[in-house]
């Protein structure tokens, strides 16, 4: 297998958002129910899956 660098072919695409202190809180409490750990990364794509999935944006 060749080694790959930059972005994982998993998630291509990169994008950068603000958030304030009492997201960043609900998130890491979210983190912190998961066994095993996920990251900040994972956490937010699984809220976010999970919220899209559910108003039908998303296929289930």
Do not use: C
């Amino acid at each position: 297998m060749v080694p790959t660098r930059g972005r994982p072919t998993e998630f291509p695409i990169k994008k950068l958002i603000a958030i304030d202190a009492q997201i960043l809180e609900a998130v890491e409490a979210f983190r912190a129910e998961h066994t095993p750990a996920i990251n900040q990364s994972e956490a937010f794509r699984h809220i976010l899956r999970d919220w899209l999935t559910e108003r039908n944006y998303l296929p289930r």
